[in-house]
């Protein structure tokens, strides 16, 4: 394939400046990375009801355990501007004439942004902001079944069917010993 085919199966999306923590970005990042992206859409939707948990692998001192995951937490700012974004990848590949059932996650990364001061009385704070970039591609599905038996059945012609009779009729049958009828 051609960089411009490629290119014209891909959808791309990008949030600059989003008021969110960039290391637990980096954690949705990888649990979402390879993935499809309506179960993408789905997995965050139960994030944002507190039914799955998004584990955390890299960022992950003094954090409790998850059933089945291990550490792992429930990011609901950063989980609502990462919905946001997918929406709006999903938005693009359809204005592309991407088939949105078919779609991938390929590239989706979080970067630090600038971190402007917050005004405070006594003293001031840092801002978190975090630049995201995602990118999605339309993957056509490959049939995982193996072809099965495709030839049709073929009927016999009359002279092959002549043949088989012909045959049968040859074949003397002989009595079992120790058999009586």
């Known amino acids: ?3 411009k085919e490629t290119n014209e199966k891909i959808a791309k999306a990008y949030g600059s400046s989003l008021p969110m ?8 990042c990888k649990f979402l990375r390879g993935k499809n992206l309506n179960n993408a859409i789905a997995t965050l939707k139960r994030v944002l009801e507190l ?3 998004v584990p955390y692998t890299r960022f992950n001192n003094d954090i409790g355990h998850k059933p089945g995951i291990g550490p792992g937490r429930y990011p609901q700012k ?3 501007h990462f919905l946001t974004l997918l929406e709006s990848v999903k938005a693009n590949a359809l204005a592309k004439n991407l ?3 078919n779609l991938k996650i390929i590239f989706l990364v979080a970067n630090k942004a600038s971190r402007p001061w917050r005004a405070g009385r006594q003293r001031r ?6 630049h995201v970039e995602i990118k999605v591609e339309e993957i056509i599905p490959e049939n ?4 099965q038996n495709t030839k049709v059945p073929v009927k016999a012609t009359p002279i092959q069917t002549e043949k088989i009779e012909k045959e049968i009729t040859k074949t003397e049958t002989k009595p079992i010993e120790g058999i009586k009828e």
């Open 1 to 3: 394939m051609t960089k």
């Open 21 to 28: 923590s960039t290391k637990v970005s980096v954690e949705i």
């Open 51 to 53: 039914k799955e948990a």
């Open 78 to 80: 950063a989980s609502t």
């Open 99 to 101: 088939d949105t059932n």
């Open 125 to 130: 704070r840092k801002a978190k902001k975090t």
């Open 144 to 147: 995982k079944t193996k072809k």
